[in-house]
C-alpha cells in the first residue's frame, strides 16, 4: 500500500493537492483514501492531507503515522513541532520539500539518510510561501516519484478535481502539473509501497486529564500566562498584515472585533495595533478595513525590513 502525506499551510491548495493523487490513483485502478486534517481553520495554520492507493480493500483508517513519502509544499513547516512534518518518517520513507535548498542541504540539517528530493521551481519565482499552482505541482511531482501513475491519469484527475473552476484555471494548473511531473523523472518509482502495519503493534495513547480552571484564564481569550499566549501562533503567517497609520481612520472597533483570534488591540488614540506574535495571517482585517488602510505584506519580505530598520538605528 502506498501511504502519502501532504504537509503545508491554510490556503495553499493542500486538500487539493491529495484529492487530484487520490484521484490519479483511482484512473489507475487503484482502491484510494484521501483526506484533509484541519487544525486551526485560518489561512495560514498547518494542516495535512493524507492518501492511500492499494491493489486490494484498503482496512487501515486515520491519520497515517507511518509514510513511504510525505511532501511538504511550506519548507518553513519543518520547524514546527504542531505540524509534525517528520512524524513516522524513516530511512524507507522519500521526503519531497518546496525549497531552494539542496536536497544535500536538507539531508545536514535533518541529520537523516533517507531520500529527499526538492521541488523545482522556475528561476521567476522570487517568493516561494505565495508560490502559485503549489497543489497541482505537489500532486504532479508525487504522482511521478509513485513510478505507477501516467501523465494522462494524472491530468484526466485534475481536470475532474478542477474542472468547475473554468478552463483557464484548469489549463494553468494542468501545466504546472505536468511540468513538475516531468521533472521528477529522475525519481520516478522511487516511492516503494510500504507493507502492512500489524495491529499488535498498536498502543493505546496516553490521556492528558484537563483541571477545571476558572473563565479569566481558560475563556476563548488570551487574559493571562499559561494560556494560548504561551504559543507562538505568529509562524504560521506566510502574509502579515500591516496599518497604514496615515489612511488609518482610527475606526478600530471595526478591525479589532473581528479578529477571530483578538490579536488586534486598541491603542490609547484609538488607533489599532497587531501583535504578530499571535496573528496568523488570515488577512480578514485587510479585507474589512473600511479605508483600506491595512495590507498584506508576504511575511519574509516584512522581517527583511524589520532587520533593515533595527540595523540602521
Known sequence: MYRIRFHGRGGQGIKTASRILGSAFFNEGFEVQDAPVYGAERRGAPMFAYVRAARAPIQ??????????????????????????????????????????????????????GSIVTLPVSAEVTERAELPYIGAICAGAAARLTGVIRNAALADALRAELGAHGEAVVAQNLKQALAAYDAMQAHAGSVVEGGAIAATDYAMPEWVDLPFEAARIAAPDVFAPGTSVQVNTGVWRTLRPVIDYDLCHRCAWVCSTLCPDSAIQVRADGAPQIDYDHCKGCLICVTV??????????EREAQQAEEMKGATA
Open 60 to 113: 487501515e483508517r486515520g491519520a497515517i503515522t507511518h509514510p513511504d513519502l510525505v511532501i511538504v509544499a511550506d519548507e518553513s513547516l519543518v520547524p514546527v513541532p504542531a505540524a509534525n512534518v517528520l512524524q513516522g518518517v524513516s530511512p524507507h520513507t522519500v521526503l519531497l520539500i518546496n525549497s531552494a535548498e539542496s536536497p544535500a542541504t536538507w539531508k545536514e540539517r535533518l541529520k537523516r539518510i
Open 289 to 298: 478595513c473600511p479605508p483600506h488602510a491595512i495590507r498584506a505584506v508576504p
